[in-house]
């Protein structure tokens, strides 16, 4: 079975810090990626994802992953965060025998301060 | 255009009924999840529709849970015998998944519905 962990539960930054959040996944083979984010009082939106082709996934609003398939991971980066950043992200993965039910990591929750 | 709904927002509800959940797709995606989100749990798959082919069921806590959907639209989760860890947050996603591409297997994310077992 597909598993996901995110590192950190709880990330306090100040805007214009630069954001690094990890995820890693058990599954080994082909997988699809993808980072979701929860705006407070919003519903899931979907952030970036890898399908297939360059590792390096550009998003909305700045934000980026690189999927690293020996490392088995597919960390999200902004370089610059903004005060409205601040949300819970979630890593997620489908594919392979699990289908297209996505199966999510714990969520980080980010706080950037102004 | 509109994106998934769902109904109620929110329900409160007695350790025993039944509640149902509502979910509105986004119209023309054949593919349909449902999803809990909980302070315990996390986010959760529960079920899976896909066009006419049977559901992926595998999801479901208990068989206190069914879920159907009418007409390859709308569906209904069901919750029998509500307990007090059922609280939660339901979540309903739809997708294209008709072709063979990365954007038709995007899942769209309804609002939930915040179920509440006293």
């Known amino acids: 079975a597909q598993s996901v962990s995110q590192h950190n539960h709880h990330v306090i930054l100040s805007e214009a810090a630069s954001l690094e959040l990890g995820c890693n996944y058990s599954?080994?083979?082909?997988?699809?990626l993808f980072w979701y984010v929860q705006y407070p009082g919003q519903h899931l939106q979907l952030l970036l994802k890898?399908?297939?082709?360059?590792?390096l996934v550009k998003g909305i609003k700045g934000f980026e992953a690189e999927f690293i398939k020996s490392k088995f991971s597919f960390n999200l980066r902004k370089p610059s965060v903004q005060w409205s950043d601040t949300a819970e992200y979630f890593c997620?993965?489908?594919?392979?025998?699990?289908?297209?039910?996505?199966?999510f990591g714990g969520g980080t929750r980010v706080l950037v301060k102004p | 255009g509109a994106g998934v709904s769902q109904s109620p927002s929110n329900k409160v509800t007695e350790k025993g009924k039944d509640v149902e959940l509502r979910c509105d797709p986004i119209?023309?995606?054949?593919?349909l999840y449902w999803y809990r989100q909980s302070l315990g749990q996390g986010l959760e798959f529960l079920i899976y529709?896909?066009?006419?082919?049977?559901?992926?069921k595998s999801g479901l806590p208990s068989d206190r849970f069914s879920a159907e959907r009418t007409g390859g639209s709308v569906s209904t989760l069901t919750i029998q015998r509500t307990q007090q860890e059922d609280s939660a947050v339901y979540l309903c996603?739809?997708?294209?998944?008709?072709?063979?591409?990365?954007?038709?297997?995007?899942?769209?994310f309804g609002p939930g519905t915040r179920l509440t077992v006293t």
């Open positions: 997620a993965v489908n594919g392979g025998a699990a289908g297209n039910k996505l199966t």
């Open positions: 119209s023309g995606h054949t593919a």
């Open positions: 890898y399908f297939s082709g360059d590792p």
């Open positions: 599954y080994g083979g082909t997988v699809n």
């Open positions: 996603a739809s997708s294209l998944a008709r072709f063979r591409t990365s954007s038709s297997y995007e899942q769209y």
């Open positions: 529709f896909q066009g006419n082919s049977a559901p992926d």
